[in-house]
């Protein structure tokens, strides 16, 4: 079946930093992909998606391109802030699967 | 605003009772999914409804009940079955297309369950 598999945090950095999370996944179809963060005590929040091949999702200074060869789609971000501190989800949905599929979630936390 | 709305914020319950969360969309979305989520872990499928009067169970279906009487509304009852049912519980929707090809799902502000 469809899996993510996204890199363990904590991820720790210091404000200004350049940030990857690195997202993987497993998929029978031509999935849609997607990051999602949850900030403490909040419900998910959709952060950017790709729907096909070499597409690059953007948004607030974050960006990730769905790479279909390396079936990969790593989160960046050229310099965080501390407000970027939260939990980050990575996801897929598959043609035929009537749920996304989520990764385990990567918390980052950036310092001032 | 359009959106999903989980009442209450948080919830305490003593043990053996059950307790129902709701979760309402104005979104007109087809699609409304119930999450559980464990400090420090991902999230966990429960309950899922694709369309009006009919819901599939999740991963982890073991001790709620839910039903879809509205397509605006998709409540859950955390039943005395379930060993362990504090946790924080998120509820969402998407629209389906054809094919069963699930789009973005959005999400509630979620509703922390506490049982004493």
């Known amino acids: 079946g469809d899996s993510v598999t996204q890199m363990e945090g904590p991820v720790t950095l210091s404000e200004e930093a350049f940030l990857t999370i690195n997202c993987t996944y497993t998929?029978?179809?031509?999935?849609?992909l997607f990051w999602y963060v949850q900030y403490p005590g909040e419900g998910l929040q959709l952060l950017l998606k790709?729907?096909?091949?070499?597409d690059k999702g953007s948004n607030k200074g974050f960006e990730a391109t769905y790479r279909k060869e390396t079936t990969s789609f790593h989160l960046e971000k050229g310099s965080v802030q501390v407000s970027d501190s939260a939990v980050y989800f990575c996801a897929l949905g598959d043609s035929g699967y009537s749920t996304l599929t989520f990764g385990k979630g990567t918390m980052l936390l950036v310092s001032p | 605003d359009g959106g999903i709305t989980q009442s209450p914020k948080y919830l305490f319950r003593k043990e053996g009772q059950n307790v129902t969360l709701s979760c309402e969309q104005n979104l007109n979305h087809d699609a409304m999914y119930w999450y559980r989520q464990d400090p420090g872990q991902g999230l966990r499928l429960i309950y899922y409804s694709q369309i009006v009067n009919d819901f599939q169970k999740g991963d982890i279906a073991e001790g709620y009940s839910v039903s879809r009487e509205k397509k605006e509304s998709f409540p859950l009852t955390v039943t005395s079955a379930q060993k362990n049912p504090t946790a924080f519980y998120l509820c969402?929707?998407?629209?389906?297309?054809?094919?069963?090809?699930?789009?973005?799902?959005?999400f509630g502000p979620g509703t922390r369950l506490t049982v004493l």
């Open positions: 969402a929707s998407s629209i389906m297309y054809s094919g069963s090809m699930v789009d973005t799902q959005y």
């Open positions: 998929a029978t179809g031509y999935p849609s």
């Open positions: 790709a729907t096909k091949a070499d």
